[in-house]
């Protein structure tokens, strides 16, 4: 829980330092922050009432965008629309759309800001969703030619890559609990497309490692802590941490360093307990919470802990934040989670670095651009760029390395 006030301005402050070798960026996705652009959420209605198409115009801003994202942090986290880049299976990529994406690393490398580039962030091109998308074996080589041609046209930009984005939480909101494109509910369909994203996984790190065998190659899990409340939590609880903790990451076993997002609790009782779905709950358990979930930073050293155990390979967190409109609770929450992270370390956990989600407030998939997770405020209206504390406060974390909580 949140400690109050009166407490936390008497309690005494300590200063963090975080490992010179420590990387601290920030993190976006390009469908999340681009105009839509015939891919499978186009025209999708959120939880908020919007729909999914113009986002935050990414695309019309990148000399400003790139100011802010040199200004926050020394490491970016991103990707670039399939859609817009290759517009038909295995076609060259779009001239005006590949000189944009150059021109917009460039600009990044030259603010000496290094890149993470992710593959696939849980959308599609149509033309690749019309032919049954990733629940077919046959359509795998579309999406390895589109990912091959991204190695071989930006592959000197890239200072790490992340294959697939939360390929657990993609499949279980897409064939499990039917809230992602395609919005099915079908348990063995949803098996055989986790196996066709590792099998991509698996030659795409092949691949990349052949062309730049130093830079490293991994995946992003997204990790949440799932709790029996009562004991008829117990089962739901323990079947779903089985699913989507271990099951769903299993063949994905290629990997240079392990990613891992972490937001949450989700406690059963039996039936799953947030904030967006039973705020009521929270509120009578008395639970910190943000806008979507229960709040609760110390799963995410059960979770560091969990994976450093069973895989032993560097951890980098590439996705973590709050969502929230009040900034000094996000503020409290990166301070929060710098102290689990910083402990871990002096642990013997090998952690390399930090991505924070995410650099401005963007089209949160399902939910809609009200569900607030940025360091800068995205004006729904003008599509303005608004500076909350929390930038100036990560920037100096993320340039200096320390941190006082």
Known sequence: M???????????????????????????AAYQIETGFEHDWCGVQSRDGYTFGCTTDHEKQYAG?????????PNYRMSLMWSRLQRQPFGDFDIETNAEYHKLLHSLRDRNVKIMMVLHHFANATWFAR?????????????????????????TYVGSWNTFNEPNLYVSMGWALGEFPPFKKNMMVANRVIKNMAKAHGVLYDYIK??????????????????????????????????????????????????MSYYARIGFDPTPIT???????????????????????????????????????????TENGICTSDDQKRIRSIKDYMRIIHNAIANGIDIRGYYHWSTWD?????????????????????????????????STLAFTRTVEI
């Open 210 to 259: 052949s062309k730049f065998p130093d830079t490293p190659v991994g995946i992003s899990h997204n990790c949440t802590v799932f709790a029996a409340e009562n004991y008829l939590g117990e089962l739901p609880a323990r079947f779903m941490d089985w699913w989507y903790m271990d099951h769903l990451l299993q063949p994905f076993n290629k990997m240079d360093f392990f990613g």
């Open 2 to 28: 949140e400690l109050p006030e009166q407490v936390r301005m008497h309690t005494p402050k300590m200063k963090l330092t975080f490992p010179p070798y420590f990387e601290f960026g920030t993190s976006t």
């Open 362 to 394: 963007n089209f949160e998939w399902s939910l809609g651009p009200t569900y607030q997770f940025g360091l800068y405020e995205c004006d729904l209206k003008t599509r303005e760029r608004i500076k909350k504390p929390s930038a100036d406060f990560y």
């Open 275 to 317: 904030y967006m779905q039973t705020p009521g709950k929270i509120k009578t358990q008395r639970k910190d919470h943000d806008d979507m979930w229960e709040y609760y930073p110390e799963g995410l050293m059960e979770c560091m802990q969990r994976y450093w155990r069973l895989y032993g390979k560097p951890i980098i967190i």
């Open 65 to 73: 965008d790139v100011d802010i994202i040199s200004s926050v942090a």
């Open 131 to 155: 032919e049954g998308g990733w629940e077919k074996e046959k359509n795998i080589g579309m999406w390895i030619d589109f990912a091959k041609k991204i190695v071989d046209e930006y592959g």
